[in-house]
């Protein structure tokens, strides 16, 4: 597999978040949860994730949330049905490297500040949720 320059240079400016997301990731396995590898992404699921994740502030909890190249669910089937929203995710990670969180924070600040909603009036959000929907339907979890 041959990596272009700029692709190398993309996964190296998201890397600082990529690290974080190996971390947990690590934890998840050691407290039973699984991995795998899918179109350059390192995909965490299992163990502590799912409280952890069951624990984030939007409405019933993130199924999933992506860390510059690594992606976290609570299991195998969120990942499943997240894939394409998280895609959009590190696309925004390779754009803004080590700036995303704190700028997807600050948006989602503003947008709580000015009436809207912290999470699905994030315009990070709103270019993931038009380009890959999630659909929540077949979560019994989420319903
Ligand atoms: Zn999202």
Redesign the pocket.
């Given at each position: 597999m041959r990596i272009s320059a700029k692709k190398m240079l993309a996964i190296v400016w998201a890397s600082p978040w990529s690290c974080l997301g190996l971390l947990l990731g690590l934890i998840a396995i050691l407290t039973g949860g699984g991995l795998q590898w899918r179109h350059g992404v390192l995909e965490f699921h299992g163990g502590i994730l799912r409280p952890l994740l069951q624990r984030v502030p939007i409405l019933g909890g993130a199924s999933a949330?992506?860390l510059g190249h690594t992606t976290l669910g609570r299991n195998l089937h969120d990942l499943q049905r997240?894939k394409d929203?998280?895609c959009?995710?590190v696309a925004q990670y390779e754009r803004w490297g080590p700036l995303f969180v704190p700028v997807y924070f600050l948006c989602s600040l503003w947008a709580w500040l000015t009436g809207r909603r912290a999470y699905r009036d994030n315009p990070?959000?709103r270019e993931?949720?038009t380009k890959a929907p999630?659909h929540y339907h077949d979560d019994p979890s989420l319903s």
């Open positions: 949330v992506t997240c929203h998280e959009v995710h990070f959000e993931a949720y999630v």
